[in-house]
């Protein structure tokens, strides 16, 4: 199983030094992040500064966009599966950690039923990140990787019904660009993601996935 894995792509060795850093550089991103997004969430739109208002970020950090996109590039760019896993989990872990305790202790209220969904997605993070990590290898299993990861960005920067294509958030537009960028390898192998990837897209459309609000 490992030489048929290392053949999509094969892990690159660090120093446990360099591990440490960046996983901890990761984990205080998390954090950060997810006191930015609940500041946000508390702050009135109209009292920020009128490009910071425009861009809506209080919504778009309230939505799953962001964090799939961080996710997968996090996954992505790490040096091998094991580390794509630990550090999507530890910056998953910041990020709830920072977001929830502000909610909690700051906020003064208790969101037990959104708290639940984000634990039990940081748990199973790093199962995810795992094999996102090759979506960035060689071979069908690479662009089918891209694909998945293209139609779960593409559902968060586009709706889609009988009548109407329409792009939601013009931030989430931004970022379904920055995937491609992320996931292109060669000319034929980004198109045979967006086809493959489009195609799941409609087919998925009109299924309710989970995604929510913080």
Request: hydrophobic share 55%; aromatic share 20%; proline share 4%.
């Amino acid at each position: 199983m490992k030489e048929i894995l290392n053949e999509i792509r094969r892990p690159i060795n660090i120093s446990p030094s360099r591990k440490f850093l960046y996983s901890i550089l990761l984990f205080i991103a998390g954090v950060i992040l997810g006191l930015f997004s609940k500041m946000l969430d508390t702050i009135p739109s109209n009292t920020l500064p009128y490009f910071l208002e425009a861009l809506d970020l209080n919504n778009f950090f309230s939505r799953m966009g962001i964090w799939i996109f961080l996710a997968m590039l996090i996954s992505v760019y790490s040096k091998s599966p094991v580390r794509s896993a630990i550090n999507v989990f530890l910056f998953f872990v910041g990020m709830v950690s920072s977001y929830y305790l502000y909610t909690i202790l700051v906020a003064g209220f208790f969101p037990g039923a959104y708290m639940m969904i984000w634990i039990i997605m940081t748990c199973i993070s790093p199962f995810i990140a795992f094999v996102c990590w090759y979506a960035k290898g060689k071979g069908s299993i690479a662009v089918l990787l891209s694909s998945i990861i293209f139609m779960f960005i593409s559902r968060q920067a586009f709706a889609f019904g009988f009548w109407y294509f329409d792009i939601r958030y013009p931030l989430e537009f931004l970022l379904w660009i920055a995937m491609i960028f992320v996931l292109y390898q060669s000319s034929k192998q980004i198109m045979k993601v967006m086809t493959i990837g489009s195609l799941l897209y409609f087919l998925t459309s009109q299924i309710n996935i989970f995604w929510g609000m913080l």
